[in-house]
């Protein structure tokens, strides 16, 4: 499956952004999906991931109340949107697919199959 991310852009503290990931290949509904992110210097780090149904959702501690992942099988697209958004929010974000979901390793990223390219996001101050 390939997967193709977009939405990113510059933004000032407290807006909100919406990132899109299309999946094209196979029945994406057959996926896992995820958001992770990295900032500069930093290591990749676990945003969120979503069940193949939609109905599970799980966020890392930084983001509840801020993020909301969804998705729409029909569309082939995982959604991430970011409300409040800070600037240690400044990330590269990526979309990751994964075959075989094992709750305990969601946020890692060797649980995820494929991977898409990263858009970035830079909140301003």
């Known amino acids: 499956v390939q997967l193709q991310a977009s939405g990113g852009g510059l933004v000032q503290a407290g807006d909100s952004l919406t990132l899109s990931c299309v999946a094209s290949?196979?029945?994406?509904?057959?996926?896992?999906m995820g958001w992770f992110r990295q900032a500069p210097g930093k290591e990749r780090e676990f945003v969120a991931s979503?069940?193949?149904?939609?109905?599970?959702?799980y966020y890392a501690d930084f983001v509840k109340g801020r993020f909301t992942i969804s998705r729409d099988n029909a569309k082939n697209t995982v959604y991430l949107q970011m409300n409040s958004l800070k600037p240690e929010d400044t990330a590269v974000y990526y979309c990751?697919?994964?075959?075989?979901?094992?709750?305990?390793?969601?946020?890692?990223?060797?649980?995820?199959?494929?991977w898409g390219q990263g858009t970035v996001v830079t909140v301003s101050s």
């Open positions: 990751a697919a994964g075959n075989r979901l094992i709750v305990s390793t969601i946020p890692e990223g060797s649980a995820y199959d494929y």
């Open positions: 979503i069940t193949r149904s939609g109905i599970r959702k």
């Open positions: 290949g196979r029945t994406f509904s057959s996926y896992y």
